[in-house]
């Protein structure tokens, strides 16, 4: 295909230079670690995204290098099957978990410790859903960093060494409560508010940046360009993925408009539709509409997970994500209308799209 | 066995029919579908199910119906294995999707948007279980059912666009709050209130009746004529079941009265007595006992996740059903004092057992 | 191994006895049952620990007796592996059931009854998580306790024949709550508070004996030596796993100094070093390394589970070490740096160590 000329003109000296030098090779790894977690295998995605990250954040950023580092290492030590390690599949479950404990926690002495101690874990748990899952033929997603993040976020209200960031707050539910739904900014004001083409433009690259926990539209639209540098079918997915969780939540469910403009009814959504639409399965019409539902039980999941977390304060997560993509990978070739890839066939979109095309031709 | 006969007279011209007509046949499907809910793949028991509802509530009954045509249209347009399809194994998960979500929000505009999307979602679980559990002969009960609606319920609270009815009231647990134990039919008043030869006889049939969320003496009746319909046995089970979850609750735990009066401690020890009373185990003495003692848990599982849930204010729906009966059904030919059943075998307990004795016969 | 001579000269005549007589046969099976909870199938450890409960409490210990033989006779009347019940696996569940309720409820006619009920459905759940995970060589381990009891424990909420103890209180999480620290027997007083030698050896030997729910210093000691009997490596990493446990909730993390002294950090920790250190990975610095820090994250979980749970005042149980173990024995050898055993392999940890060494002498 055409288009993947430019990019590999772009990564041809890279990947020699990584052939022959050990600590590129290294960083090669976490690059592409950094790229999975949009599951692009792309050392160039991946450093897009870190600068997406920086740009917001440096202290998230710093967060996320710890996570994707130990987990790595920690990969590496045990290890682990090396061309997993290499294609960055033991790194993006461990950059979303340091971010993920550094959003939620206030920084202090103990904090890098215990995201060095998520990070670790968040390997082994990685190749245990490995081992659980892969014989289906499914998957392990961002089941590690969830797991792992979870563990360590609800101990810290009996730990007195780390302290929960105005982001976690538990309260009781009622039924009776008023969810205000006008698309805005600030939670409890509304200036600015209203179905504005900025807030929807908002809304839509921060439901992108989000994936990352990065509340930016400038973030979300480095995010975007970095996927597309490596599949312009996970970039169209991204992209229909945030327009269905904010489309769904503003309009027809009627979501909180707070939580719209931030993207936070738009992340696990396009994580879902990457997934299903073009990776797990061969993208076809009626796969890429099995995707957007996907994308749009995302959506609702967001709420039911964050929901059964509100007694906690707890947030949600990629769970909605990983939830909603397992439901919907799991059927496979259950359903002979999709046409499902093994895991062993993942590569990007494009080319299984190619390959499939191929075979079928064959026959 | 003789008892068949009248009932295959019955249906013999209706399934000539639907073998020349694709609307009858799509209909004999849904009935089908209906049927299955209590593990009955008979159109005629389906009817007698779904007239035992619109007894007791139309507004229930259509709701069940857009599940169960969704469902089921689902897994034509996905193209899932057109005999499962036809047994009706993707539409009793739809229909319970339907009446669960009409029974716990309020009517308005989105309410039929929303069930329509659980409705769709019941197929694709049922088709991620079925792939999970069918290779260990683990039948998928009515979990896609409960997972789809609590997804669904979980969310409204984050919802404007719909509204719980009273039946969802998120509450503080206390250890020291009395348990009211009078068996009666008002939650705050003793009117009525006592071990009465009536109290009993409601209890015991809207046991039976909740199994649909039909709390109505007539329609327990109605359903119980309707499994005997296909099978004596699986009626003396619902029958039995209904018994154990009234006289543990009642006598054994001191369980709330008006609770057992409404028979929401009989329906999950119903389903459980069915599945494991002659349908997933061949009936003997043994496996008798066995599935009673399913059908207890059942019972004290219906308190323990209705505890787990009430800080959400969620109900346990069936999964004190499908969690009893998962962990009567996995032990398997593991304890050889039960001989258990194929997802292959699984017809009616009758025919399972006929065939069982020919076999040891043969031998 | 010569330390193993001692121990075998004590045990050979009765286990001469045991194959003469029917009921030491079945003395001797219980026993072991009691031994499994630490992984020690040795009737002497079984007796010692019996002897390390009736020494703290009698009535515990009467609870833990009823599960234990329930449980156990519940297997043999369903015709479970004959192997699998002389060694044990069908007991360990039950007297862990038992004491769990004794300890959480009051003593009144219908306690006895619940043991039994929830005695007999541990022996059930332990088949079916035989039959989930045993071809995945992963081990059940007390995960059919923690499910029973919690089944059994949530429910009486809503039961009135039934109390709760103390022991059990709801509440609600506030992130602004300050954990006390200081190391000390009472919950709210600082009488006899701080780093002191004493109360660091109360705590090192609680930590050991709630394993049991033993609170009580000369009963983990007992606990120490009775593992001792059996292997040494256990007993090293029950040790190791007690000093995790208390070291990282009071020094690392800083959690509640009354929990620490009453060893509620240490129990979980202290079966997953002896679960990964030594019986389902062989014994090399690298394993031991990975079971140190599975201890660790026991602890964590410890905190975890626990505020998962506050919010219905429920008990953690040994969910922690369940599911920290798993997490670490689920990779198996998808980790070329650890060396895992298979079911059928797990004898005592000296054993695997040396049957390994010859194997690898072999090659």
Redesign the interface.
Same mark, same amino acid.
């Given at each position: 295909m055409e288009h993947t000329i430019p990019v590999e003109r772009l990564t041809a000296p890279w990947e020699r230079m990584t052939n022959e030098n050990v600590l590129l090779r290294f960083v090669d790894t976490l690059l592409r670690g950094c790229g999975q977690v949009m599951f692009q295998n792309n050392p160039l995605t991946g450093l897009l995204f870190l600068i997406g990250i920086f740009v917001n954040s440096a202290l998230l950023g710093l967060a996320g290098v710890i996570g994707l580092v130990v987990s790595t290492l920690t990969a590496m030590?045990?290890?682990?099957?090396n061309n997993a390690i290499r294609a960055g599949l033991f790194g993006f479950n461990g950059i979303l978990t340091g971010i993920g404990l550094a959003f939620f926690l206030k920084w202090n002495p103990?904090l890098p410790?215990y995201i060095i101690?998520a990070g670790?874990?968040s390997s082994?748990?990685m190749?245990?859903?490995?081992?659980?899952l892969g014989s289906?033929d499914v998957p392990a997603l961002t089941a590690p960093f969830v797991?792992s993040a979870?563990? $360590? &976020? %609800?101990?810290v $209200? &009996? %730990?007195?060494?780390?302290?929960?960031t105005q982001a976690?707050?538990?309260a009781?539910?009622?039924?009776s409560?008023?969810?205000q739904?006008a698309l805005r900014p600030l939670p409890t004001s509304l200036v600015g508010a209203g179905i504005t083409p900025l807030n929807l433009v908002e809304a839509f690259f921060r439901g992108i940046g989000e994936v990352f926990f990065q509340d930016n539209l400038l973030t979300g639209l480095i995010f975007l360009v970095a996927i597309l540098v490596n599949s312009r079918i996970s970039a169209l997915f991204a992209a229909l993925g945030s327009l269905v969780g904010m489309l769904t939540?503003l309009f027809?469910?009627?979501?909180?408009g707070h939580w719209v403009y931030h993207g936070l009814y738009g992340f696990n959504a396009v994580l879902s539709a990457i997934a299903v639409g073009g990776v797990f399965y061969v993208l076809t019409w009626?796969s890429a509409i099995?995707a957007l539902?996907c994308a749009?039980?995302a959506t609702?999941?967001m709420?039911?997970?964050?929901?059964?977390l509100?007694?906690?304060?707890m947030p949600a997560l990629t769970a909605p994500f990983v939830v909603s993509a397992?439901?919907?990978i799991?059927?496979?070739n259950?359903?002979?209308?999709?046409r499902s890839v093994t895991l062993g066939e993942v590569t990007n979109p494009e080319r299984i799209r190619r390959a499939y095309r191929e075979q079928a031709l064959a026959h």
């Open positions: 030590v045990l290890k682990a099957d103990t410790v101690l670790i874990l082994i748990v190749m245990s859903l490995v081992n659980v289906r797991l979870w563990i $360590f &976020l %609800f101990a $209200f &009996l %730990f007195s060494h780390l302290q929960s976690i707050q538990p009781l539910l009622k039924p409560a008023a969810v739904t939540s027809l469910l009627g979501g909180d009626p099995y539902f749009l039980i609702v999941l709420a039911s997970i964050s929901v059964f509100s007694p906690l304060g397992w439901l919907f799991l059927p496979r259950g359903f002979l209308a999709l």
